[in-house]
């Protein structure tokens, strides 16, 4: 036991100082803290190895980045939107999505070894899902800087980019549901494996509106009573393990799903914004350096090859190309010009923890090797630095409207101490 301190010192300092280094070359902290699990992994130094008390700890930390991604949700806003950015988030599903599952398929046809063991079409789709993922946060903070990030097409960015996600992880827990429905001596309801995750898949979203409508008339009494208290939070956390349990556990659904759900039950109340404070708080300090970290412990060279570093480039094109593609399509069919449309499909390219999250799922289920996490390592890291520089261009010459550049945010904001509130 007196080993997991130690991995766990080597583990947060490493993280937080790459992290910075990441930050200082004007990349997601993200990067820098994968970057740490790898130099300290197996792969190069071998100082800290991936035991079970890590990859509890990281299960841990990737439910409270779902539940804090579920609260900061604004469902305003998504309704404002209404049937663009809806078509939009539907378009940057299943168009990368498709364009993952032939280029995946045409990759294993050329080399049949590539997916030895597993079901081609399963990890086809998988491929795809990874990259359904568009990560909000890394849009929001280029528009913001831009001072677009309340202009026409930076609100149906991220609107777009909010609903992207929501599909994303409904597609996630279909296909990892067909993965595990390959077991034909799994009791079923319905006598289809298939038939039974769509299934499964309806009876937690009526459990979660009927859990939701609940809770939320629950908590906003207690919020209402407790405003401002740090007991509003230690509910909320609860409501997020019970979800992610009942999820996994009743109906064969990732965790994070139901730890999405708790929080998108939560985003309305009036401590919402306080309750994803203090999740960020534990999400920052230790729980979610861990998980990335985790993600560069598991990594290793061993397999590599010319193949394989082929196979990254094209996962990097096929998912950049895909959004832009299908996004600005249909941007363009809602009668915005070209280069809004394009503005719109850029926008929609960058991809962060949601898809670092989605692929440490299927490697948990089989659905993927590890080492194709080199791929998505890449692809977060060419978006994120993209899409700035590229948004940048776009914007070049516009006048931005006035409420885009009231609100900065320091640099070093997520750092800021925070007051705490009493019991």
């Known amino acids: 036991m007196v080993e997991c301190f130690k991995n766990l010192a080597i583990i947060l300092i490493s993280a937080k100082l790459l992290g910075l280094v990441a930050k200082k070359l004007k990349a997601p902290q993200v990067?820098?803290?994968?970057?740490?699990?790898?130099?300290?992994?197996?792969?190069?130094?071998?100082?800290?190895?991936?035991?079970?008390?890590?990859?509890t700890m990281a299960e841990i930390g990737v439910v409270l980045l779902m539940f804090s991604a579920g609260l900061e949700t604004n469902l305003k806003d998504l309704l404002k939107t209404g049937p663009v950015a809806l078509c939009i988030a539907l378009a940057g599903v299943f168009v990368p999505m498709g364009g993952g599952y032939l280029m995946y398929t045409i990759y294993c046809g050329i080399n049949p070894d590539a997916a030895a063991g597993g079901n081609v079409m399963n990890q086809a789709l998988f491929i795809g899902t990874i990259m359904?993922?568009?990560?909000?946060?890394i849009t929001v903070q280029a528009l913001r800087e831009l001072g677009h990030l309340k202009s026409k097409i930076g609100t149906t960015i991220v609107s777009a980019a909010i609903i992207d996600d929501i599909i994303g992880i409904i597609v996630l827990t279909v296909v990892i549901g067909m993965e595990g429905g390959n077991d034909a001596s799994a009791p079923t309801i319905s006598g289809s494996p298939i038939a039974d995750v769509f299934i499964k898949t309806?009876?937690?979203?009526?459990?979660?509106?009927?859990?939701?409508?609940?809770?939320?008339?629950?908590?906003?009494?207690?919020?209402?009573?407790?405003?401002?208290q740090r007991r509003i939070?230690?509910?909320?956390?609860?409501?997020?393990?019970?979800?992610?349990y009942c999820a996994e556990t009743f109906f064969d659904i990732a965790d994070i799903t139901g730890a999405y759900v708790a929080g998108i039950i939560l985003c309305n109340l009036r401590d919402a914004e306080y309750i994803a404070g203090k999740m960020d708080i534990s999400s920052y300090m230790l729980f979610g350096p861990v998980f990335f970290a985790s993600i560069g412990l598991n990594i290793t060279f061993d397999g590599?090859?010319?193949?394989?570093?082929?196979?990254?480039?094209?996962?990097?094109?096929?998912a950049l190309l895909g959004k832009i593609i299908g996004c600005g399509l249909v941007a363009k069919a809602f009668r915005n010009s070209w280069k809004d449309?394009?503005?719109?499909?850029?926008?929609?390219m960058t991809r962060g923890e949601v898809a670092l999250i989605v692929a440490n799922k299927g490697l948990a289920v089989g659905l993927v090797e590890q080492r194709y996490f080199l791929a998505v390592i890449l692809l977060i890291i060419v978006s994120s630095v993209s899409v700035p520089i590229i948004l940048k261009l776009l914007f070049k010459g516009e006048n931005a409207p006035g409420s885009g550049t009231k609100h900065e945010i320091h640099p070093d904001a997520d750092e800021a101490d925070e007051v705490p509130a009493e019991y």
């Not at 197996?42 to 991936?50: I, K, N, T, Y």
């Not at 939070?233 to 992610?244: K, Y």
Request: aromatic letters at 20%; proline letters at 1%; charged letters at 10%.
């Open 31 to 55: 990067v820098g803290q994968i970057l740490a699990g790898l130099l300290i992994g197996q792969a190069v130094l071998g100082w800290v190895e991936a035991d079970s008390f890590i990859k």
């Open 132 to 137: 359904t993922a568009t990560s909000v946060s």
């Open 202 to 228: 309806g009876l937690f979203i009526v459990f979660s509106f009927g859990v939701g409508f609940l809770m939320y008339f629950l908590f906003k009494f207690l919020d209402k009573k407790f405003y401002h």
């Open 233 to 244: 939070p230690i509910f909320g956390l609860v409501l997020c393990f019970l979800m992610a």
């Open 304 to 318: 590599f090859t010319v193949d394989l570093l082929w196979f990254s480039l094209a996962f990097v094109v096929v």
């Open 341 to 348: 449309s394009l503005k719109i499909g850029v926008g929609m």
